[in-house]
Structures are given as C-alpha cells and as structure tokens.
C-alpha cells in the first residue's frame, strides 16, 4: 500500500541550526502539506503545496520556514535558525485532490536542544 | 470560539461495546469531516471522511454527519483493546484545503 514516507525519524539540533525534514509523497498526489504537533498538543496546520508552489500558510509558516519541491519525488520543509520551541512532531501528508482526505507520514520528531 | 471541539475524555468502554465519539465545528461553510486515530508517539492514521449529512459505515466504524447542528460524530461497534488511542476529528473548511484538528478523545477499551 502506497505511503508517505519521512526522513529522519528523528533530529536533534541546537538552537540556531537549520534543519531539513524530507518527505516522499505518494506518488501519485498532487497535494502536499506539513503540520506539527507540539507534545501533548493538537496537530497544527503549517503549510499546503500544490503545482509547485505554497497555496495555504498559517500564521506559524513565518520567515523561518520554507518548503521545497527539490525533484519529482521528494518534499521538504527548512527550518532556519531552530528556536527550543520548534521541538515537536512534523508530519508530512499528501492528498490526490484538495479538500479530500489527506495521509500523513509517521512523523519527524524534532528536538531542539 | 475554538474552530474544531471535542470531549478530552478518557472515555472507556468495555470490550464488545459501542464507542461513540463526538465532535462540533465552528466554521458553517466547512465542506470536508474526517476521522483520524493516533496512538500515543505515532502519526495520524485516517479512518472514516463524510461529506453529506447522514451516516457512512465502513466496517465497525460508523461516521455521522449533521450539518445544520455542526456536529459530526464517530460509532465504533464491538470495540476492541486494539481501538485503544485517540481519536482526533479533523474538517476542512470551504475555501482553505487545510485540516483544522481537535484535540483529540482518548479512548480505552477495557478487556
């Protein structure tokens, strides 16, 4: 069965450091879309990805954050210059047609130490 | 007003029973409802989506959906220790393809 797969399981940066989290779509969806999830938190929208640019943002995707489609098969988010309170779980989804159901990845938990 | 709500819980059921979960929506215009399960360090795992008002069954799972009262709400028949997580209610309002989450129920299922 077709999934979203994600890269690292898990980071551990220092604060200031930038980080990429990479994802791999399933391959036939169009839609892209990361979230996270801060510990004991609800999943927060970020930010959706479709044709090759951003469509959504929320008021979290602020100047520190950015996501690139590099190739055909992989999607990623930086996060320059990593704050404490950027710890927590990114979840990369992806969906074929928008406002349809959406399949997550199993998550990168970032750690800012 | 939170845009999606639902009961923290816990709420535990028996094994075999019917677990209903609950969730309402702020925003009228929200067009897409869906069911997620996330066990405890794992990532969100898709379960039931409604569109149209009513019910939709598939399987032990039953999603109803009540748009004039914003209420959408999950039946898990003959629950079993395995349905044991949290249940997040996730909608995706008109005009933005992003997912609003709740906070989540969790469920246990008592053996």
């Known amino acids: 069965e077709p999934e979203v797969t994600q890269t690292p399981s898990h980071q551990v940066t220092q604060m200031g450091q930038e980080v990429i989290l990479r994802c791999v779509p399933i391959s036939n969806h169009l839609y892209f879309y990361w979230y996270r999830q801060i510990l004991g938190q609800k999943v927060e929208f970020l930010v959706s990805f479709y044709n090759n640019e951003i469509s959504e943002k929320s008021e979290i995707f602020d100047d520190q954050f950015s996501v690139e489609r590099p190739d055909g098969s992989n999607f990623t988010l930086k996060i320059r210059s990593t704050k404490l309170e950027d710890s927590a779980m990114y979840f990369c989804?992806?969906?074929?047609?928008?406002?349809?159901?959406?399949?997550f990845g199993q998550g990168t938990r970032l750690t800012v130490v | 007003q939170k845009e999606v709500e639902q009961n923290s819980g816990p709420l535990s059921v028996p094994e075999g029973a019917i677990a209903s979960l609950n969730c309402t929506y702020s925003d009228r215009g929200s067009q897409s409802f869906f069911w997620y399960r996330q066990y405890s360090g794992k990532s969100p795992e898709l379960i039931m989506f409604?569109?149209?008002?009513g019910d939709k069954e598939d399987g032990r799972f039953t999603a109803q959906l009540n748009k004039a009262s914003q209420y959408v709400s999950l039946l898990i028949r003959d629950s079993q220790p395995s349905d044991s997580a949290t249940y997040l209610c996730a909608v995706n309002r008109g005009g933005a393809n992003n997912l609003f989450f709740g906070t989540g129920t969790r469920l246990t299922v008592i053996p």
């Open positions: 989804a992806s969906s074929f047609r928008s406002y349809t159901e959406a399949f």
């Open positions: 409604i569109y149209s008002n």
